[in-house]
């Protein structure tokens, strides 16, 4: 535990703000303009986040450029040019770094700075927090924007220190690049990151194989360049059009909202419309065919089958296709992956699908990779495709505790309790950015970012202006929120599916489902009623120490 007594003097902050990717650097900005001293302290190299971390081959957003973008400046979203429909990863990178320096945002980052402990002292009522370095850092508050896909996964399989090839990581990718020409590649990991590399690598490699666990839908981007008049069309209409997204489940614009259920129209007539969505491209629009795909089963069967019979009708070989098509859960309930060209790639000759449900990876070896059942695979290199321990992994990874002795580990060890996603009971003065709890990662995330950003500014300005010291969430309503959380989860087809947002790809974490799922729309509503009625479930205290339950 950091201890203020020893060592250099800390530095002293109004605001430590933990990430530098784009919440980190959005909060930057909006506190600043508040008159507040802030740093934000970033474990890369640069700023970015997810952008900068993952590199890999055909890494791009899934949500269109012209709508996962800042939206705090207009001057910013009227001058920057997407060159494409779906920005690509360096496109991306390029964007935030722009944002940096126009915002003059890199004097308060203080890269190659892991913060490993974050430390409540209940008698000063300040943060200490501690970097892997030694150094020590005071704050009145803290601000967590240690992102939700921040902490890559690598499978604990035997032997991988043994293989005389190279890994990699998907969210770790060599900024050099990697050039797989002429060789026989391995990649684990048939989700989002994997079903945008497999297309790239299957070009580049020898021979791929695609070592898949579990099918996952994916729907084409149908990517292309950007459309000049597409694009003066929206920027003429860019304040109306962030309005009209906020206003909606996935705080994405652009969508007319669908007035049936797909059990009102006729076969023919669905099919009909999914064909239309499936030519247009993208997750939200198909989603959007009706009203209860997310929560009717046998409404979300038709349009699952029609994806299904998509990729039967592409992939030749009969098997390959059958093991593509995912049969175990509910199109859109696990993260929905866009691609160019994912399916076709398995008419290849050069690829291979490898079904490890059935005979599981045993090993990695010195020369490629043995299943349980024995099969064995001489590989040159492997690629872990295999995700992150999302949304709970980043705080995990960091020692948050007070001085009374709670420990966030132990708060979260039956799974993330939050109030909103914002605040945990018991860490006073500690704000979460899209946490567990929140509707970020089911959402345009920059459009949550921004939101929780601005709640936590008004929140902090509300305090300063009113005398307030310290602000906690309450228990009752931490425990409140959760049960809505969950409560709205039931209601809906998510839980049916064994993914991330449950926790269920890191082995021996609980199975809670993580995202607020009742729609970005509903949750900025409610979180706007509470701070209006005085930070409603919060405990605010002009005292600088703790003040009741
Ligand atoms: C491959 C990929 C594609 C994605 N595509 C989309 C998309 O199309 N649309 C969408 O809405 N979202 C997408 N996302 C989600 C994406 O994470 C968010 O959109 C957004 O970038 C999150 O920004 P952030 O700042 O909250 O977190 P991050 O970008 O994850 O940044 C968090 C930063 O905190 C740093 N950090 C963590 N712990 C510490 C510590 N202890 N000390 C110091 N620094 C620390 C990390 O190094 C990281 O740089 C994608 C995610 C991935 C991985």
């Not at 490993?116 to 924007?145: H, P, S």
């Not at 890559?152 to 890994?167: A, E, M, Q």
């Not at 049960?483 to 709205?488: L, R």
């Not at 970005?520 to 509503?525: E, L, N, T, V």
Request: one cysteine or more; charged letters at 25%; hydrophobic letters at 35%.
């Amino acid at each position: 535990m950091p201890d203020a007594s020893h060592g250099p003097v800390a530095r002293q902050l109004d605001v430590a703000i933990v990430g530098g990717g784009l919440a980190g650097l959005y909060a930057i900005h909006r506190l600043r303009s508040q008159g507040l001293r802030v740093r934000a302290y970033e474990a890369g190299s640069g700023v970015g986040g997810t952008w900068f971390w993952n590199r890999y081959p055909g890494a791009r957003c899934d949500v269109e450029s012209l709508e996962y973008s800042y939206s705090f400046s207009d001057e910013l979203q009227q001058e920057w040019q997407w060159p494409e429909r779906y920005g690509t990863q360096p496109e991306i990178l390029r964007y935030i770094n722009h944002v940096a320096d126009r915002f003059d945002l890199r004097r308060d980052v203080q890269l190659n700075t892991r913060i490993v402990a974050a430390v409540f002292d209940e008698a000063a009522n300040q943060w200490l927090l501690e970097t892997a370095d030694g150094e020590k850092i005071e704050a009145r508050y803290c601000v967590m924007a240690a992102g939700n896909l921040s902490t890559p996964r690598v499978p604990d399989f035997p032997g991988l220190g043994s293989f005389r090839g190279k890994w990699y990581h998907s969210g770790l990718w060599p900024h050099a690049g990697v050039d797989f020409t002429g060789l026989r590649v391995g990649v684990i990991g048939t989700g989002s990151s994997g079903v945008q590399m497999i297309p790239i690598i299957a070009r580049q490699a020898r021979h791929l194989h695609v070592f898949q666990r579990t099918a996952n839908f994916s729907l084409p981007a149908r990517n292309a360049p950007m459309d000049p008049v597409r694009e003066r069309n929206h920027k003429a209409e860019y304040p109306a059009r962030r309005r009209a997204a906020a206003d909606t489940p996935f705080a994405i614009a652009g969508h007319a909202k669908p007035t049936k259920s797909a059990l009102d129209v006729a076969e023919a007539e669905r099919n009909a419309a999914y064909e239309a969505k499936w030519q247009e491209g993208g997750s939200i629009s198909y989603l959007y065919a009706y009203t209860d795909l997310l929560v009717n089963k046998q409404s979300n069967d038709t349009a699952s089958e029609f994806v299904r019979n998509k990729i039967r009708a592409t992939v030749k070989d009969k098997r390959t296709a059958e093991l593509l098509a995912p049969k175990d859960h509910p199109i859109g309930t696990k993260r929905l992956c866009l691609d160019t060209d994912y399916y076709e790639t398995y008419n290849r000759p050069n690829v291979e699908l490898i079904d490890v449900r059935s005979d599981p990876i045993a090993a990695i070896t010195s020369t490629g990779l043995r299943t349980e059942g024995g099969q064995t695979f001489e590989l040159d290199a492997i690629v872990f495709a295999t995700g992150f321990d999302a949304m709970t992994g980043a705080l995990r990874e960091i020692d948050v505790r007070t001085s009374t002795g709670a420990v966030l580990r132990d708060h979260w060890e039956g799974g993330p309790l939050t109030y909103l996603g914002l605040m945990m009971s018991g860490f006073p003065n500690m704000f979460v950015v899209t946490g567990p709890g929140s509707p970020g990662v089911k959402t345009q995330m920059i459009a949550s970012i921004e939101q929780h950003v601005d709640w936590i500014a008004d929140c902090i300005g509300h305090m300063r202006r009113e005398g307030f010291e310290r602000i906690e969430a309450s228990s009752q309503a931490e425990l409140d929120w959760v049960h809505h959380v969950n409560t709205v989860a039931d209601s809906t087809l998510y839980p049916l599916a064994n993914s991330w947002y449950m926790g269920a790809n890191i082995p021996g974490k609980p199975r809670v489902f993580m995202p607020y799922v009742g729609g970005f729309d509903r949750y900025k509503r409610h979180c706007d009623t509470i701070a209006a009625r005085g930070y409603e479930g919060f405990k605010l205290s002009k005292q600088k120490t703790r003040v009741g339950p």
